[in-house]
């Protein structure tokens, strides 16, 4: 007998490019959409009333996708307005195109820190409350294929992605859960 509950989904990196796609995406399928954004509420304020004009239902919420307190609170912030979690989208995420030779530490240790260690956080979050049947999608990236001069950071973090995805998958077996690995 299929819920008349709601799903609900939780977006991070919500407020732009494939992050807000997703989120207007899962609104018009049904489900209620939490609209995660880092810094800029105006944007995520505008998906959360574009769903809404539309019939459906959403909340922004703010986090630092770096701070794993924060990321916990965003999961129960996000049980505490729907209910539950079912599917989960891991958008967030940063690059900088620079050579090996030339990039700063500081940019380096940026796109590692959002692009791995911020998935890491989501996924160890969407791992412990997301419903059984769920779904999980983080984004790796095409470009760790072809390894195009000044993508060495980012290529880097969007392969340790694809071994979080992989692990993860394998350690939700039996929950009827997929997790999966998206390489735009």
């Known amino acids: 007998m299929p819920s008349s509950t709601p799903k609900t989904a939780l977006v991070t990196g919500a407020s732009g490019g494939i992050g807000r796609a ?26 959360v009333d574009e769903i ?3 019939n459906g239902n959403a909340v922004a919420s703010q986090a630092d996708i770096l701070n794993a307190q924060s990321v916990e609170t965003l999961f129960h912030g996000a049980i505490n307005a729907f209910g539950r979690i079912d599917v989960v989208v891991n958008a967030a995420a940063v ?8 990039m700063d530490i500081d940019t380096f240790d940026r796109m590692i820190a959002t692009n ?25 990236s095409s470009v760790v294929a072809v390894s195009f ?34 390489a735009p």
């Open 52 to 54: 809404k004009a539309a």
């Open 116 to 140: 791995l260690r911020g998935t890491f956080l989501v996924l160890r979050q969407a791992a412990k409350h997301i419903q059984d049947g769920g779904r999980i999608m983080a984004f790796s």
């Open 95 to 102: 690059l900088t195109l620079k050579p090996l030779a030339s």
């Open 22 to 47: 997703a989120a207007l995406r899962l609104a018009q399928d049904g489900f209620n959409v939490v609209v995660h954004y880092a810094g800029n509420e105006e944007k995520a304020t505008a998906i």
């Open 149 to 182: 001069p000044g993508y060495g950071a980012y290529i880097a973090s969007k392969l340790g992605v694809e071994g979080l995805v992989r692990v993860l998958a394998n350690e939700l077996r039996g929950r009827n859960i997929t997790v999966n690995a998206v």
